[in-house]
T-cell receptor
Framework: DAGVIQSPRHEVTEMGQEVTLRCKPISGHDYLFWYRQTMMRGLELLIYFNNNVPIDDSGMPEDRFSAKMPNASFSTLKIQPSEPRDSAVYFC?????????????FGSGTQLSVL | AQKITQTQPGMFVQEKEAVTLDCTYDTSDQSYGLFWYKQPSSGEMIFLIYQGSYDEQNATEGRYSLNFQKARKSANLVISASQLGDSAMYFCAMRGSYNTDKLIFGTGTRLQVFP
């Protein structure tokens, strides 16, 4: 399997622009997670999906952030409008389930820089 | 609430020596899982090792072992025979049985291996 695939690897944009991050989970994995990593706050869970349905979006910082999972093989995280404080590494991860021994498989991340 | 604490922001170790990275956790769950991930400078998150709360033996995976002390709520990662390629950030994480969907991460420890 190719693993979790994220695109783009790097994104540089200007404040106010719309940014869309993409993720393809591992085939057969029912759970998809979006994390954000910053120096100040570490790894934060933003939102996660089970069978394409958003389950918990309490980590989404504000209304500028939205996430969708239109099918089992694709998810997007959108920021509109973007702000410099959104600069971070955004990870997508997937897992088969959520038993206590179920590990997450991470994508390579998207390094977002908002100027 | 569940919490993971990694008190060592940075650690140094000489090549071929062993090193212990500390992790303590807090949970009221009886059943839970503990994970360690490695993040090299390239940025990806690599799963290293897993320990279940009911596992009687400490987990081992090659040069990695987990020193699990349940009464102390600690799950320290031991890397034996350190290699230069072990230089990376290391994250401890936990998934509980009550709210199993979320994998909660510590703030990480940066390990540097020198010749």
């Amino acid at each position: 399997d190719a693993g979790v695939i994220q695109s783009p690897r790097h994104e540089v944009t200007e404040m106010g622009q719309e940014v869309t991050l993409r993720c393809k989970p591992i085939s057969g994995h029912d759970y998809l997670f979006w994390y954000r990593q910053t120096m100040m706050r570490g790894l934060e869970l933003l939102i996660y999906f089970n069978n394409n349905v958003p389950i918990d979006d309490s980590g989404m910082p504000e209304d500028r952030f939205s996430a969708k999972m239109p099918n089992a093989s694709f998810s997007t995280l959108k920021i509109q409008p973007s702000e410099p404080r959104d600069s971070a590494v955004y990870f997508c991860a997937s897992s088969l389930g959520t038993a206590t021994n179920e590990k997450l498989f991470f994508g390579s991340g998207t390094q977002l820089s908002v100027l | 609430a569940q919490k993971i604490t990694q008190t060592q922001p940075g650690m140094f170790v000489q090549e071929k020596e062993a090193v212990t990275l500390d992790c303590t956790y807090d949970t009221s769950d009886q059943s839970y899982g503990l994970f360690w991930y490695k993040q090299p400078s390239s940025g990806e998150m690599i799963f290293l090792i897993y320990q279940g709360s009911y596992d009687e033996q400490n987990a081992t995976e090659g040069r990695y072992s987990l020193n699990f002390q349940k009464a102390r709520k600690s799950a320290n990662l031991v890397i034996s025979a350190s290699q230069l390629g072990d230089s990376a950030m290391y994250f401890c994480a936990m998934r509980g049985s009550y709210n199993t969907d979320k994998l909660i991460f510590g703030t990480g420890t940066r390990l540097q291996v020198f010749p």
